[in-house]
């Protein structure tokens, strides 16, 4: 009870500060400046979201397997030399991997696909395994001891245990890739980048926050989501959000 009181003592200033920031934002004219660009922001959010479905799916594709893979005993001696490797990838900057994807693919969409998922591939593979190195070694005892071949214990035991972190990782990956969308417009992919980019040249601050708060406003529906599926598809007992 007394938390709940608390919430709302909390909630009440939000909602106020909230509510001036909209009433200062229609009256400097802001809002109608952004909606002056509403097709393009429509236009541009397709491209976006697009984008980030696409070289999301490839990463997440791509980097479970490749930390499963790395988590297995038989490739143990090589999966140190291996994360370090994708560590150096991350270790470039964004910008620098798109320049590095334009200089090998050319301009467009491909090269901006192939730079996100490099830019995503690193978080998914890490907690992957990671996560799957941390299961207790009791649990993968009791699960040979009942017989269970290691494609059973990969998949009834060691994958629910590590889903957690599993997700954690993908919920990062996403979050840096609509994050980083943005600069695919730079070598041609398209995207809110274009108003963003645009904005900051023409010095046009209603077309510049256009595209950034939409960018913004997509991050965090992307975050929302993956927090629900993590909610709802991670097992109750190794899951600390429904404990």
Not at 131 to 150: D, Q, R, T, V
Not at 209 to 225: E, P, Q, R, S
Request: glycine share 10%; hydrophobic share 55%.
């Amino acid at each position: 009870m007394k938390q709940l009181q608390q919430s709302r003592y909390f909630q009440i200033p939000m909602l106020i500060v909230v509510f001036l920031i909209g009433v200062y934002l229609q009256r400097s004219g802001l809002i109608d400046g952004m909606l002056f660009y509403w097709e393009d922001i429509v236009y541009l959010t397709k491209q976006h979201i697009q984008l980030t479905l696409i070289s999301g799916s490839i990463a997440i594709a791509v980097g479970l397997p490749l930390g499963i893979i790395l988590s297995r005993p038989r490739f143990l001696h090589v999966s140190e030399w291996a994360m370090q490797v994708l560590n150096v990838g991350t270790t470039i900057p964004t910008l620098a991997i798109l320049a590095l994807s334009m200089s090998l693919l050319g301009i467009g969409f491909i090269p901006s696909v192939f730079g996100l998922f490099i830019a995503s591939l690193l978080p998914i593979v890490r907690n992957t395994y990671t996560g799957l190195l941390g299961i207790p070694a009791h649990l993968k005892e009791s699960a040979s001891g009942i017989g269970m071949s290691p494609a059973q214990m990969l998949v009834q035991v060691e994958i629910p245990n590590a889903a957690y972190v599993i997700f954690a990782g993908i919920r990062t990956a996403l979050a840096i890739n609509v994050g980083t969308v943005p600069l695919a417009f730079l070598i041609g992919g398209g995207g809110l980048g274009e108003l963003i980019f645009t904005g900051i040249d023409l010095f046009d601050t209603e077309m510049m926050l256009a595209g950034a708060l939409m960018t913004a406003l997509l991050a965090i529906v992307v975050d929302i989501i993956i927090a629900a599926c993590t909610f709802l598809m991670v097992p109750r007992g190794v899951n600390p959000t429904r404990a």
